[in-house]
């Protein structure tokens, strides 16, 4: 498969190659669901399949699935979604939702980049969309697909705020991140959470140590997959005993073995990927460990392209979200309002803005480029 081969090498060469702009319960397995239609419904039916983290994953394929609902009560539109369990299901998931009738549809996660460009490929009358991935040949050279739109997020710039702030509350020196696989909309995050622990250091003059991950050598901690919470509790266990006390783990639903271990240890802080992790009601009893998140803001994006496909607008020009379109931003501190000191509120307010002037430019080699 074209996909597991990107993971060793792949980086984030398809997404640099883009020039892109843009404005801002269900059944497992392959088995489709339908929302229905409201009373002002149009003859129009999206569709979303998500990866084996499923829909109640408290990240990415939450957000999408709120943007698809969203769509169905306010456009009058039909839905209908299948929930993946295993990375097997992707392409017979998509084959049912094409087998379905639907008008768009909509990959959540960068794994379904090879079931979604073949469906897309093969089926040019329907339109699709893919979450966090563009699209590659078998050597891995960019290609746009007329029918298909990657929905993309330059997550680093959201990224470099959460390491300067993990940095600058850090009672230990240290800091960690993992991801899930690399990727590049997973390493993206964690090139941004390194440069940002740097900065600190280097505005500071301190020395907070970042453990998992070396963006110069690519390469750091992964666990292998966006489902074993156990493996990203152990690996929690591993950071917390070698003195960090902020932990990013960018792994989807696998963040909640890094809310367990951080539990076990107090004073430990997580920060949460893709969505609000505290208003995350799977979350609810480890909320007050989450610092911040570092948020993608998936829904939006899903929404507006159902909606520009229901209009006849329908475009395969990418989606990049920024810190200036909104599309990324890091959440409220929430139960940390208060512990975190006004002057690095301050500083991370001051930041915020010269990235989105241009002033300061976050870079990583899964950036995407915004035209």
């Excluded at 990203?232 to 591993?238: D, I």
Aim: one cysteine or more.
């Amino acid at each position: 498969m074209k996909k597991i081969i990107r993971v060793a090498a792949l980086g984030g060469a398809v997404a640099l190659a883009l020039a892109a702009c843009g404005s801002a319960p269900e059944e497992s397995g392959e088995t489709p669901t339908s929302g229905g239609t409201t009373a002002a419904g149009v003859d129009f039916t999206a569709c979303m399949v998500s990866d084996e983290g499923g829909f109640d994953d408290a990240s990415f394929n939450e957000s999408g699935y709120a943007g698809l609902e969203r769509a169905q009560e306010e456009l009058g539109i039909e839905i209908k979604t299948a929930e993946s369990t295993d990375p097997s299901q992707y392409t017979q998931n998509v084959d049912s939702m094409v087998q379905q009738g639907c008008n768009l549809i909509i990959g959540v996660g960068f794994a379904l980049e090879d079931a979604i460009q073949e469906g897309a490929e093969a089926n040019p009358d329907i339109e699709f969309a893919l979450v966090d991935s563009a699209f590659s040949d078998e050597d891995f050279a960019p290609v746009e697909i007329d029918n298909a739109k990657p929905l993309l997020f330059n997550t680093q710039e959201a990224a470099y705020l959460a390491g300067y702030l993990a940095a600058g509350m850090s009672t230990t020196s240290a800091v960690a991140t993992f991801g899930g696989q690399p990727f590049p909309s997973v390493t993206i995050f964690m090139d941004g959470f390194a440069d940002g622990v740097a900065a600190y250091n280097e505005e500071s003059g301190t020395s907070v140590r970042l453990l998992g991950w070396d963006k110069d050598a690519q390469n750091g901690s992964m666990i292998g997959n966006f489902s074993d919470t156990e493996a990203g509790r152990t690996t929690s266990e591993q950071f917390i005993a070698d003195g960090a006390d902020v932990i990013l783990p960018v792994a989807g639903p696998v963040g909640s073995g890094a809310l367990n271990a951080a539990a076990q240890s107090e004073g430990t802080m997580v920060i949460w990927v893709d969505s609000d992790g505290y208003l995350q009601p799977q979350n609810e009893q480890y909320k007050s460990l989450i610092l911040t998140s570092v948020m993608k803001q998936i829904a939006t994006s899903v929404f507006d392209t159902i909606s520009a496909s229901v209009d006849g607008e329908f475009s395969n020009e990418p989606y990049v979200g920024t810190l200036e379109n909104g599309g990324v931003d890091i959440a409220p501190f929430h139960d940390f309002e208060d512990a975190v000191p006004t002057e690095l509120a301050t500083k991370l307010e001051e930041l915020r803005q010269q990235i989105i002037n241009g002033d300061l430019v976050i870079e990583s080699p899964s950036a995407n480029a915004v035209g």
